[in-house]
């Protein structure tokens, strides 16, 4: 097993959990068809991505720290957009 630096482990972690937080507001405002704020999450996600993308492919170890993060993030930003009401169709 190749060795672990916390510091980065954790930095792909946080990187790849902001990635999908940011993915499902992204896909969000792709559902409510609002154009700026899709667009901006977008732009946003693929800042997000590129630190993970280039932070895990040193080491194989890091891609189970980014599913770990994705599944974090994911998971929060789901939990954040089921506590807010609803926007009227």
Request: glycine share 4%; charged share 10%.
């Amino acid at each position: 097993m190749p060795p672990i630096d916390p510091l980065l482990a954790a930095g792909v972690s946080l990187s790849t959990a902001a990635t999908d937080a940011v993915y499902v507001l992204f896909t969000a405002a792709v559902a409510a068809r609002r154009r700026l704020g899709a667009a901006s999450w977008s732009s946003v996600w693929y800042l997000l991505s590129a630190f993970a993308v280039i932070s895990y492919t040193t080491s194989w170890i890091y891609v189970v720290f980014a599913a770990i993060g994705s599944w974090v993030g994911a998971f929060v930003s789901i939990t954040w957009l089921r506590s807010r009401p609803a926007p009227p169709p």
